[in-house]
């Protein structure tokens, strides 16, 4: 019998992967998807689970936490995972695509489950009561949109301005020094990479130089002051980076007792102090031109970026402010969210937290307990970080290794990835065995 207990906004890959774990899970489900009646600015192909850019969903190696992320969905029944592996098309290391197939055989599979509906018809407005899913994607429609913002009120955001993050033991510590400006805080609460004169101009040289992606027409913004780009605000003048966010007053080297000519702040990303974000330089450079720019910083000559910098249009919310780690809205727990408006980025990460908000959906519908995978895999390491980050400075995040607690004891470099994988796959065979129980 078909009750509709939950009901999910969304039919992307967020959507359409939640719906699937509610429905195996034996709850009725009520997707609601606006195509082929509307469609967001990027999305064309008229079936469910389109992706609306790249075919590919990146590498497959588990030297790369993107490919443990497939492994563990793959382990745990994704539609997503078995869509892609039965769609593949050559792609060296990577997994990537046919999407017209992928596409269709997500839209096949969900049409024909028994326990699933699909609605097609935008949806204006939260419903009032029951279970829902928002599954609705960085391109949420306008009126949905403002309806989630009566749930969120400002902690809903439009658009992204994404720094790159660094891994803290690939920064050379012999260059960046310690400090807060003047002090402040704790004193020590940024690591700060000094540049000299002719460091800085060949650095501002170089920005205006780079490889910029060009915005789509949806994407075309003024930008606030506070969150230029970085190329943007070096195209204004020579000097204008050093009043801005290079600004050295106040973070005298405590080696020298001097300020530096300027200087680039880094702060700390996580809780476990494992990564740490460029403050200000958030971006439109290519990421090979990123790289090849962000590596002349001293200090971060040998840098690890596990997230590039990026500025898009995207509808998220403030996660660590809004969300319970079940993926529950704090103030309202009937309502979940899944996807790309959590503030997780990509295809893959989107459909991973589709998979736990799906799976939450449905214990809540059966009055069971909720579930968290543990924060040593891949899944539970991104709901961790995007539910416990500072709320503050917020902004969507890719699953990476630098998102993984340590592991104990000494390993070495070489061995690390491996080995957190290693755990992560074990961890996750006792996760699933209770989540079974
Ligand atoms: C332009 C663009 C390019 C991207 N490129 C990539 C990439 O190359 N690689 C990558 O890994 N990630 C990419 N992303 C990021 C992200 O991974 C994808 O957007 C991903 O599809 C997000 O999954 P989702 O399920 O959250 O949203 P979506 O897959 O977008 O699904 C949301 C669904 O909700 C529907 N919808 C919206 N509003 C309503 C409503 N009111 N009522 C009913 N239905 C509604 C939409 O039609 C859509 O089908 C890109 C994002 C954008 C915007």
Known sequence: MNNNKIKIIGGGLAG?????????????????????????????????????????????????????LKEELKRCGSLFIAAALATRVPAGGALAVDRQLFSAYITEKITNHPLIEVV???????????IVIVASGPLTSDRLAASIATHTGNYLYFYDAIAP??????????????????????????????????????????????????????????????????????????????????????????????????????RQENRDGTLFNLVGFQTKLTYPEQKRIFSMIPGLEHAEFVRLGSMHRNT?????QLLLPTFQLKNTPRILFAGQITGVEGYVESAGSGFMAGINGAQLAKGEALTVPPPTTALGALVHHITSVDTKHFQPMNVNYGLFPELGGKVKKKDKRARLAERALADLTEWQGMVKD
Not at 120 to 130: H, L, Q
Not at 211 to 227: I, S
Request: net charge negative; hydrophobic share 40%.
């Open 16 to 68: 359409c992967e939640a719906a699937w774990q509610a429905a195996e899970r034996g709850v009725a489900v009520k997707l609601h998807e606006m195509k082929p009646e509307r469609y967001s600015p990027a999305h064309h192909l008229p079936g469910l689970a389109e992706l609306v850019c790249s075919n590919s969903l990146r590498g497959e190696s588990l030297d790369n936490a993107v490919g443990l």
């Open 120 to 130: 097609y018809g935008e949806v204006a407005r939260i419903p009032e009561e029951g």
């Open 165 to 266: 993050i660094v891994t803290a033991d690939s920064i050379d510590f012999g260059k960046a020094f310690r400090a807060s400006r003047y002090g402040k805080g704790d004193g020590d609460d940024y690591l700060n990479c000094p540049m000299d004169e002719a460091t800085y101009k060949a650095f501002v040289a170089a920005l205006l130089g780079g490889d910029k992606v060009a915005a789509k027409d949806f994407e075309k913004v003024v930008h606030f002051e506070g969150c230029m780009p970085i190329e943007e605000m070096a195209e204004r003048g020579p000097e204008t980076l050093r009043f801005g966010p290079m600004k050295p007053v106040g973070l005298p080297d405590p080696r020298t007792g001097v300020e530096p000519y300027a200087v680039v702040q880094l």
């Open 316 to 320: 998220f919310i403030n996660a660590p």
